[in-house]
């Protein structure tokens, strides 16, 4: 990218940056058939009462987005070391993980910190009771793409036992690039030094277009015995913005532990939101235990994946059209819902992070000219 991050004058992005929907060609949040048929089906249902959820959520969503993650035949899941939450969106399960962190980890290997992460979740953590996060280099400079080296150096030299959250899926994007040689690289670090995994996974299958490929790094690393977290969100992949559905997945090495941290975790959810809602949870493992819901979510997780890698190409050819300064082909190097188009906090928000499927033919050409006028407009 080069000169992308000089001070050039500001042209507001906000209108998709900051957009965390899947949108419709209309701007509108783009909901799956699929999901409002099962919606329809579980407000008509008979056999559902208007109960309060368990604290640690619907025993079938839990299972179910348990197997989603690690797989039916993990390890783990049949020696009964995992552990699986509902929580309030992807930051609940963050905000949950990083709480258990200091009251878990903490007392059961004398644990004080830091945790590594690469994206925005600084305040959560530091409002769990931990301050020291730091930030690693998972970008080669000027290029923006996934750099391998820098983020096995920063892991390296990081202290025993300290918490390194993840990104298994093409999110913020960060180290989502790597391919799953660099992966094994990373994993081997991980158990060498003593590192604690937080993985972050949110929109399984849309950066891929296959779920089990987008948990390829989380399930290696838990076939190698590592002890993790794991923060799931469901609000992209099922088209859930409003319910709010998250799941906090912990895997740990010893099943004699499983039931002191989850008493550990009840009470920390009957602090932070006392009991998760219902809806989002039912639909979610509904679609996930029936073959036939669960093959048509397959297929729509796979043509959005498809349909972000086109808005990917187009972007790119607008922006050369234009004459754009700079190279633009790390916007199709780059996969998942998001990209860093190398644009500095000056010309866009939120570090030039770009949601790009709420890009449609109606704003297309209005996005790319925002971000050439950005880098080309006077100061």
Sequence with gaps: MGDLNSNYSFVSLSCVALCLEHQREDGHALVPPLIWKIKQQISTDPTLHADFAPALGLPEFTRR?????????????????VLGIQTVGCTGAVRLG???????????????????????????????????????RCWEAGQWAASEGHVLEDLRAAPEQAVVV????????????LSQKHWKHLA?????????????????????GDPEQDAWPLRHCVSLGLELFCAQSFSHSFGLYGERVGHLLLVLKQNTLLLALQSQAESAVRSLWSRPATLGARVVAT?????????????????????CVLIRE?????LR???????????????????????????????????????????????????????????
């Design 98 to 136: 990083a709480q258990l962190l200091r009251c878990w980890y903490n007392r059961s290997t004398g644990w004080r910190g830091p945790v590594y992460i690469p994206s925005p979740f600084y305040a959560v953590f530091q409002a769990a009771g931990l301050p020291d996060v730091r930030q690693y």
């Design 65 to 81: 987005a348990t197997e989603l993650a690690l797989g039916r035949e993990c390890r783990a899941v049949v020696e009964n070391r």
């Design 166 to 177: 993840l990104c298994a899926t093409a999110y913020c994007p960060v180290a989502t690039d």
């Design 321 to 379: 059209l234009l004459g754009a300064p700079g190279s633009w082909d790390h916007l199709t190097q780059q996969g998942g819902l998001y990209c860093c188009t190398g644009l500095n906090t000056c010309t866009c928000c939120r570090g030039g992070r770009l949601n790009v499927t709420a890009i449609n033919s109606c704003n297309m050409d209005y996005v790319a000219e925002s971000i050439h006028l950005a880098l080309t407009s006077p100061l």
């Design 188 to 208: 081997h670090v991980l158990e060498r030094r003593k590192l604690f995994p937080f993985f972050l996974m949110l929109g399984q299958g849309l950066c891929l």
């Design 314 to 318: 187009r972007l790119r050819e607008k």
């Design 287 to 307: 679609v996930l235990s029936n073959p036939a819901n669960l093959a048509e979510w397959r297929e729509g997780v796979r043509s959005a994946a498809e349909r």
